[in-house]
C-alpha cells in the first residue's frame, strides 16, 4: 500500500509560481511512475504531468512549458514547479502513482492523493 499527501498549494496572482509536493509513503519501492492530475467542478480530470523511473517526463499541451515535474527518489517526494501561472490553472491538483510506466495508466493510476487547491487570480 502507498500513501500520498500533496502539499504547496495556494492562492497566487496571474504570472506567479507555486511548488507543489507530494510525499510518498507505505510500500514506495513498489511506484514505478508518478504524476499530477488537475480537476475543476463540472470538467473531467486531466492528467498534466508524468515521470517514470527511467526519468522520462510527459505533459499536456496546456501546461507544457510552464509546468516541470521531478523527483527525489531517495526521499521519496514528487514535485511539480508550476510558473507563468494563468487563471486557467485554478483547480485542485491531485498527485497520483503507480505500480506501472505512465504509458499504461489509461487515466487511471493505483494511488493518489488527497489534493491540494490552487487558485490563481487575474
Known amino acids: 500500500q502507498v500513501q500520498l499527501v500533496e502539499s504547496g498549494g495556494g492562492s497566487v496572482e496571474a504570472g506567479g509560481s507555486l511548488r507543489l509536493s507530494c510525499a510518498a509513503t507505505g510500500n514506495t519501492r513498489g511506484i514505478y511512475s508518478m504524476g499530477w492530475f488537475r480537476q475543476t467542478p463540472g470538467k473531467e480530470r486531466e492528467e498534466i504531468a508524468a515521470i517514470d523511473s527511467d526519468t522520462s517526463t510527459t505533459y499536456s499541451e496546456s501546461v507544457k512549458g510552464r509546468f516541470t515535474i521531478s523527483q527525489d527518489n531517495a526521499k521519496n517526494v514528487l514535485y511539480l514547479q508550476m510558473d507563468s501561472l494563468k487563471p486557467e490553472d485554478t483547480a485542485m491538483y491531485y498527485c497520483?502513482?503507480?505500480?506501472?510506466?505512465?504509458?499504461?495508466?489509461?487515466?487511471?493510476?493505483?494511488?493518489w492523493g488527497q489534493g491540494t487547491q490552487v487558485t490563481v487570480s487575474s
Open positions: 497520483a502513482a503507480d505500480p506501472r510506466p505512465n504509458r499504461i495508466w489509461g487515466g487511471f493510476p493505483k494511488y
